[in-house]
């Protein structure tokens, strides 16, 4: 692969330029002294609102002062502890998350030990992992930690020494006086530093780019050397003393309710000590009915799973596949009667005048999350107190299911959040910290630990939802887009849609087009659905990008030109508020310069498309980034094969970490091209029908392709990245197959298209 290269940004015109984040609001910082000496930086400030999975939040209005810790140490022996607090998914957080206050401490990354911080959100705040939003929401909050540390230790040293502040400098863990030559390491100050009053965060004088000695350099992550070591860091790693391991069978098809069992083989089985029945409460987010093995190792408990016998009462799974909910949402878009999510001008009328019109219908299937790292969870429960070690992205959703349901205070749970292999939205739910703590209960005194197989793992996830759309568009005779439409077919209860089942109302291209018609259609389901990498975005930016490529053909024009002719006025669309919300506004300057860079890396204009051979183009813009990205194609015998892709992403002023930047954008291309090739989860009667990677296949080593990456730098605080760089590889490919073919895709995956 290249190296990245960082093209010049042009100036952002002042009127797109983002206001300051109002996230530093009531901050403060308290100092104290830690035994043996040295100084201990507890930082608190606002949360801010955002969505949950399970319809709570999980973090707290801005309106109230929630405390968000990040502890920092400084040792009497020059070494600087910084604690990492969000769950680790592979998403690189805990080594960015302290780069950000060591940049401002001015001390050398070599000085930095990097340890987990408890689970304890009453004290650190909400500690989660998910929707791209630790950067966003840290970026200027722990550089100021860091900042104000560095100026307790410059306040500290010019008391030592009787000179003015202003005499005083800072480098690589020192407080240096040039006119005496005299220098102070940060450990031989800090005890006297945490004698001080913290300052006012607003006050602290922050470092300028071009001072920046950790922020922008590329930084192996902490864990590396054990994670390619084996070193036990995953929840499937966990042992304690006497453990026991657990299964939980659950009922074939989702809904499905537990009737007869017959236990007697299992409990007979070796090294098994109990067969537990347990009742499901809450439904799939919570505990299903299901029967748990608990045996003195894994696989014993997984032999005696064999012998059950189980009879499930699965009628209201009856009728819940692909075959009848494709047929509903036909008969939906037929009748073209969906609640209505936004109108701008008349769009019906405006179809009916233009000079040429478009229609056509695209679908994508459910999939499934599919991480490496089966779900898992280690609890033990004694004294009424339960104790948990989970890889979970969202912990404090499972410790409050488990007070609800099973009725242990979150103040009598302790939980050890440990790495994650893989998460992609998977463990923002917490169902099987549920049910690791119903067995735990059942069982009080004795440690188990429950972990699923690969089937159980496929059977009961939380599905990234189907979705069916008719799309129209008008064209004038200048071939200029004048009317837009969509009607989106998903899943819902109540008059909302399920996890994953969104279409914001900004919508690209929501607020560029005159007259534009989205409505929502939803259909009910006993399939359990979530947020997958990306969520809603990873099917939606399919959709749109590949119809928009249908006009911009049917104007003789291609697609980035007509994106260009879209976003050619400098505007803001949507709303402008605090840029970590869920709907942030939409930039067109930063849309056209991602555009423009990729068509240059790409070397677009001079592409030789032709049969068998060629190149497709999309963009996107989601989780505050802007994605543009170009796929070449090539077809051999009936084989599809990539063997290059260009991204170019803006995700605000600084690549904070390149190394892990890259590495994000390079996963989420093979991801995206992962699921447009072959992944589907398909349904009958509730149950599905891939329920391990033989029939849900991963991108294979050699069928990578070479993935060319560049930045935009614009004036923006760095967003995050680990999904706004996925979605437009899935358009991008599938109007590559059209180039070199002529053959439309509008349904996933292509292995269902053939050649």
Not at 519 to 545: E, H, K, W
Request: include cysteine; charge should be neutral.
């Amino acid at each position: 692969m290249q190296p990245p290269r960082i093209p010049a940004s042009p100036a952002s015109p002042a009127s797109t330029r983002p206001k300051t984040t109002a996230l530093t609001r009531r901050a403060f910082l308290q100092a104290s002294a830690l035994a043996g000496g040295g100084l201990l930086l507890e930082l608190s400030l606002p949360g801010t609102a955002i969505a949950e999975s399970t319809g709570q939040q999980m973090l707290p209005s801005p309106t109230g002062a929630t405390p968000l810790s990040i502890w920092v140490k400084l040792h009497t022996d020059g070494k600087v502890s910084i604690a990492s607090k969000n769950p680790e998914i592979g998403q690189g957080i805990k080594t960015l998350l302290p780069m950000l206050i060591a940049e401002e401490l001015d001390c050398d990354w070599a000085q930095v030990q990097v340890f987990d911080a408890a689970f304890d959100p009453s004290r650190f705040g909400p500690q989660w992992a998910g929707g791209s939003m630790a950067t966003p929401m840290n970026w200027l909050p722990l550089r100021q930690a860091g900042a104000a540390a560095r100026l307790m230790l410059l306040q500290a040293a010019a008391a030592r020494a009787a000179v003015p502040l202003a005499e005083l400098t800072t480098r690589s863990g020192q407080v240096h006086h040039a006119a005496t030559q005299r220098q102070w390491s940060y450990g031989e100050l800090a005890t006297a530093a945490a004698a001080l009053s913290a300052p006012d965060l607003a006050t602290v004088p922050l470092k300028s780019a071009a001072e920046f000695r950790i922020i922008g350099q590329p930084q192996r992550g902490v864990d590396t050397p054990k994670v390619v070591t084996g070193a036990p860091l995953f929840g499937i790693d966990v042992r304690l003393p006497g453990m026991l391991h657990a299964v939980f069978e659950s009922a074939p098809a989702h809904g499905g309710r537990l009737g007869g069992a017959n236990l007697a083989a299992a409990q007979a089985a070796p090294g098994v000590v109990a067969v537990l029945r347990l009742q499901g409460v809450g439904g799939s987010d919570a505990l299903v009915d299901g029967v748990a093995v608990v045996a003195r190792t894994h696989w014993q408990a997984e032999q005696a799973r064999r012998l059950l016998e189980l009879t499930w009462d699965l009628a209201a799974a009856k009728g819940h596949g692909d075959a009848e909910y494709a047929a509903a949402a036909t008969a939906l878009m037929d009748a073209g009667q969906g609640k209505e999510l936004r109108r701008d001008g008349d769009a019906a009328t405006a179809l009916q005048g233009a000079k040429r019109s478009l229609k056509a219908r695209y679908s994508y299937p459910f999939l499934a999350h599919a991480p490496l790292e089966p779900q898992n969870c280690t609890a033990h429960f004694q004294d009424g107190k339960l104790e948990l070690w989970v890889p979970s992205q969202n912990a404090q959703a499972g410790q409050n299911l488990i007070a609800q349901h099973l009725e242990i205070p979150v103040g009598q749970q302790q939980v050890h959040v440990t790495r994650s292999g893989g998460g992609f939205g998977r463990r923002l739910m917490v169902d099987y910290m549920v049910q690791a703590a119903a067995i735990a209960k059942a069982l009080p005194g004795q440690p188990i630990q429950l972990l699923w197989n690969r089937q159980e793992d496929f059977k009961r996830d939380f599905f990234r939802p189907a979705g069916w759309h008719e799309l129209r568009a008008g064209l004038d005779g200048s071939g200029k887009l004048v009317a837009f439409t969509d009607h989106f077919v998903t899943f819902g209860a109540n008059g909302k849609p399920l996890r994953g089942a969104n279409l914001n109302a900004q919508h690209f291209p929501a607020g560029l087009v005159e007259h534009l018609f989205y409505q929502q259609d939803m259909l009910p389901t006993v399939i359990p659905t979530g947020y997958l990498r990306a969520p809603d975005s990873n099917g939606l930016c399919f959709v749109f990008q590949s119809f928009l490529d249908e006009v911009a053909h049917a104007a003789s024009k291609d697609l980035p030109q007509l994106m260009l002719e879209l976003c050619a006025k400098d505007q803001i669309v949507g709303t402008t508020a605090d840029p970590t919300r869920a709907s942030p506004a939409f930039y067109t300057a930063r849309a056209r310069a991602v555009i423009q860079q990729v068509l240059q890396d790409s070397q677009w204009q001079e592409r030789k498309s032709k049969r068998g051979h060629g190149f497709g183009f999309a963009f996107y813009f989601c989780h505050l980034g802007y994605f543009a990205e170009v796929v070449e194609v090539e077809l051999k015998k009936g084989a599809l094969h990539v063997p290059r892709v260009w991204a170019t992403g803006d995700i605000g002023s600084h690549i904070i970490n390149p190394l892990h930047a890259e590495q994000q954008v390079r996963g989420a291309v093979i991801d995206g091209l992962t699921q447009a090739l072959g992944q589907q989860v398909n349904f009958t009667d509730g149950v599905p029908a891939q329920q391990n990677f033989d029939t849900f296949p991963l991108l294979r080593g050699n069928a990578i392709p070479e993935i060319h990456l560049s930045w935009v730098r614009s004036a923006f605080p760095p967003s995050g990245l680990g999904e706004p760089s996925l979605p437009p590889v899935i358009p991008a490919l599938v109007n590559a197959v059209f180039a070199a073919t002529g053959k439309r895709i509008r349904s996933l995956p292509l292995s269902l298209a053939g050649f």
